[in-house]
């Protein structure tokens, strides 16, 4: 189960731990309390005496850290990591695998360590740069521990509102901020001093033949998988009518035979969307039983109202109104640890900047036939539609990331919302840096889908946010794709073998022959949920939606011009003035935020929304139809 962690560290032994013993409510906590250090934990209590080491999260390379240390199987993972500790120092970190937050502290010598997984799967919140340093690995809980909850970040909340990810580490919240992926706090007498202990770095491609890599990712996929499966109970995957979340269940069902269930939503009012037939093809291929959600439209409000209160923060998916009992009854049935498909457009996806690289070394055509080979660009791409792509990535993709910052800024001052006010627009400009990427060393495409796996993914939420939807249904989220090793070898596959005009991903599409039906492995594209999403905007969901934020008296009435919004987004006629996915993801966006916002400001959402969307949503297990309502 989900462990959770939060404390107080003040070198003066003068802080106020007086709310720590409520911080993790409801869940039981035990306390630890030194001179300097004060925490809060919810994993058993560790018997090692000193150093104290309390871990949030899992180790996949714990066998081989108890080989090297002779540790025996009897000690708990905490007590490892204190031995490790004792032998390593601050190299403990680089050490390990897994996703992880991990407290270390020696009160004796006054030394510790505050670390993060390398690829910041497991989220960890920091208030306070002197003196004393509260930190969580739940926003709610770092809330708990502050005297006065901290101010909406202006330029963060103008990014979530605008559908953007504010690079960097800051939050919604004024003075809170995530420790970075990779990056470590030495605890001493001093304070806290960050230091980054891994981040990506180039090595050159693998020259091997293209069955020789597919080979080579199945069996690293299969390890990724492997070290997730639940040591006890059952395995659960989400897993769609996609390639992703399939793969995923494939290799599990392989690895874990009989201990693999799978869970599904499928939509029978929206048929455009609905992937019953391939999901009932995979259960079949790989004997997976499992739960199905049967969804109608409805229900996004309530989720967005539920989810704001008890996580305090907005919720980042309009898809928890199903996934959210699903989940619910798939725990009922005994799933302890759920899986995802998350990150396979980022890990196999198209090295698109492969053009520049081609350009900046002299060979235009050479760019030019790579552009054309782009996955969906078919036979014959339109030649206008070549020359756009030519000018934005390989063109674009020359320049240096000042020059082209510069550039993109211009561009943004124009396109920002209309209906954004000027402070908002000013920090969201301010505050961006969508060119990141561009710093890392190394060729054009592997700095930006390196950037991407270390960096962006983190940036967007995903990682918090399924931790959460998970722990709210009693089960933790863990993320195949997001395994150290697996990152470190899709960053070295050949350029080159990503590209196919026809279909995306095509390593692991080949990886896949065999263990999964060719009518998903194969299938060139995949589901979005446009149709079942405006449906639910345009019922009882959207009308409420469109009285929250046209009301006069709406929080984000300090961010947007409320009247601009309206007329942009809904038209003076009171029908939206356009039916598409961004509209509804904009609506979705300023929803969450000003529900949210309503929260902070201690202002109850008014009367009339939507009830919770259980009737909309039926779980029951295929092939027995009613088991559970979620």
Known sequence: MTRWLTGVFDPSGRADSSRLSAALAPHGA???????????????PTRARAPL?????????????????????????????????????????????????????????????????????????????????????????????????????????????TMSNRPGSSTLYEGIRRLNPGAALMLDARGGREITYWAPRFAEPLGDTEPQLAERVRASLGSAVARRIAPNGLTGVLMS????????????????????????????????????????EVREALALGGLTAEVRAGGLVASALSASAEWQVPLRSWGDFWALPLLRAASAAGVRVTLGGDGGDELFGVRGYLSADRLRAGHPLQ????????????????????ARIFGETAVMGLLGHRLHTLLQR??????????????AARGLLDSDDALAWKRLAGPRWWAEVA????RGVEETGVFEHQRRRAA?????????????????????????????????????????AGMLPD?????????????????????????FARALLTDPRAELGAYVDLRGLDSALFGSAGAPAELSFRWMWQIWRLLTAECWLRLQAGRSVPTGAPPPSEARVLVRAPSNPGVCRG
């Open 30 to 44: 035990t306390l630890h309390e030194t001179a300097r250090l004060k925490v809060a934990y919810s994993g058993a």
């Open 53 to 161: 080491c309390l871990l949030d999260g899992y180790l996949d390379n714990a066998p081989d850290l108890r080989a090297a240390l002779g540790v025996g199987v009897e000690a708990s993972d905490e007590e490892l990591l204190a031995s490790a500790w004792v032998r390593w120092g601050a190299e403990l970190p680089s050490r390990l695998r897994g996703d992880f937050a991990l407290l270390v502290w020696d009160e004796e010598r006054g030394k510790g360590i505050l670390a993060r997984d390398q690829l910041g799967v497991r989220p960890m919140f920091l208030h306070g740069d002197s003196g004393a340093l509260c930190f969580a690995g739940e926003v709610r809980h770092l809330l708990a521990l502050l005297p006065v909850r901290p101010a909406p970040d202006p330029a963060s909340l103008a990014h979530w509102i």
């Open 241 to 280: 009518g996609g390639l992703d979340s399939t793969a995923i269940a494939a290799v599990a069902a392989e690895q874990a035979p009989g201990r693999v269930t799978a869970q599904s939503a499928v939509f029978p009012e929206h048929p455009d969307v609905d992937e019953s037939g391939l999901i009932a």
């Open 367 to 386: 760019a030019l036939r790579l552009i054309r080979a782009l996955p969906g660009a078919g036979e014959r791409p339109p030649r206008r539609e070549v």
């Open 410 to 423: 211009s561009s943004a001052r124009r396109h920002a919302p209309s209906w954004l006010r000027e402070p």
């Open 451 to 454: 950037h991407g796996l270390t």
């Open 472 to 512: 709210s249904a009693g089960l933790d989220a863990r993320h195949p794709l997001f395994d150290l090793e697996l990152v470190e070898l899709c960053l070295r596959l050949p350029p080159q073998s990503t590209f196919d005009p026809h279909r995306s991903r095509p390593v692991l599409r080949t990886a896949m």
């Open 519 to 543: 009518s998903v492995r194969l299938r060139p594209g995949k589901a979005l949920f446009d149709s079942l999403l405006l449906d639910s905007l345009a019922g009882a969901d959207g009308a």
